[in-house]
């Protein structure tokens, strides 16, 4: 029997589409095949269309998700235009797959979860950390370890060009219109106030972005292993030309503490560390921008005199094309992704429990 294809259609063309999203699609030619591209940069769509051998080119979503044939439509664009790209999909009966953050605001997510179901398709949010083999393994070991004493979760991260530009060609080109960048600048304030109660001119502003953006994936890690917090116990925000947070988030047994922020520095430090007693787990990312980086996870124990440790690498198969093989699976089996808009919904209470003690 053969295996069925899935066709997909790809809207934004940026940065995480030509490094990670279209070759992994490419890589994957029993699974999928990239039938469209959009992106509101025309220059942009016929350099990717040609790259990619698409024919099927547009610069308006909504013209993109009536196309007949597609079965998925991959939602990579800016984080303010995610839901109504995605309600769109799912109004012209297209599976979605959302990159990270899925929406800006709650509203946005119940607004997609009802088109989802309206329409019944399926809708998952790029979450691929939460796919790695690795981090798998690791919340298999959690869960065997005695009683949980102390969290750390940590991402704190140097320029994303540190590791795309040695590794990567990205290309743009300067011919977006000016209303459109302010029209984009303009939902991203109307959307945080929403969310936030924050204006622009809040020194929280710039952090709720950070925390939809690059803390969101240490959460949504966090909750699968421990579950959801009963609150934020005190945060703490500097800003000394670069923006770090650390937050404490009670557990009621013991404590997480939460730390991110973004700097010069070429490394990429990401990890998530569980304490026990006599036994610690901790699974450690690299950056995402070069694939094949391994996930690995390192186990500390204490036996009798006996201090042991030792790294788990299960695969260097790498967490984008896991999180695709899992997506293919479902699709094509019906099955309920559980990377759902209702799981990201909880990390956006996480922010906002966040930003209300640093308010």
Do not use: W
């Amino acid at each position: 029997m053969t295996q069925k294809i899935l066709n997909v259609g790809v809207i934004g063309l940026g940065e995480v589409a030509q490094v990670i999203h279209l070759p992994v699609l490419e890589a994957l030619p029993h699974q999928y095949r990239i039938a469209a591209l959009c992106d509101i940069s025309p220059k942009l769509v016929a350099y990717l269309g040609e790259k990619y051998r698409v024919t099927n080119l547009y610069t308006n979503a909504s013209e993109l998700v009536k196309q007949a044939d597609l079965d998925v439509v991959f939602v990579l664009n800016s984080n303010e235009y995610h839901t109504e790209c995605a309600i769109a999909a799912a109004n012209n009966n297209k599976h979605v797959f959302i990159e990270k953050p899925m929406c800006l605001t709650e509203k946005e997510a119940d607004a997609i979860i009802a088109a989802r179901d309206r329409n019944n398709v399926k809708v998952m949010v790029g979450y691929m950390r939460r796919y790695a083999a690795s981090f798998l393994e690791a919340v298999q070991l959690i869960k065997e370890m005695d009683s949980i004493q102390y969290v750390r979760v940590r991402d704190i991260i140097g320029p994303n060009s540190s590791f795309v530009k040695p590794t990567s060609h990205v290309v743009s080109f300067d011919d977006i219109p000016d209303a459109l960048k302010a029209d984009k600048q303009k939902r991203t304030e109307q959307m945080v106030l929403e969310a936030t109660g924050l204006e622009r001119s809040s020194p929280y502003f710039r952090l709720y972005l950070l925390l939809c953006g690059l803390s969101s994936h240490d959460l949504s890690l966090m909750r699968e292993v421990l579950g959801m917090p009963s609150r934020v116990v005190g945060a703490k925000m500097t800003n000394n030309g670069s923006v770090f947070l650390t937050a404490i988030l009670d557990y009621e047994q013991f404590a997480v503490t939460f730390e991110t922020g973004t700097d010069l520095q070429g490394r990429f430090d990401a990890h998530l560390e569980v304490y026990a007693s006599n036994k610690s787990v901790k699974v450690e990312y690299d950056t995402p921008y070069i694939r094949h980086l391994p996930t690995k996870v390192t186990v500390n124990e204490t036996i009798g005199e006996t201090f042991s440790t030792s790294v788990i690498r299960p695969t260097l198969k790498d967490p984008y094309t896991l999180e695709l093989d899992y997506l293919y699976n479902v699709i094509t089996k019906d099955l309920p992704p559980k990377t759902s808009p209702e799981d990201f919904k909880k990390d956006l209470e996480i922010f906002k429990m966040i930003i209300d003690a640093l308010k």
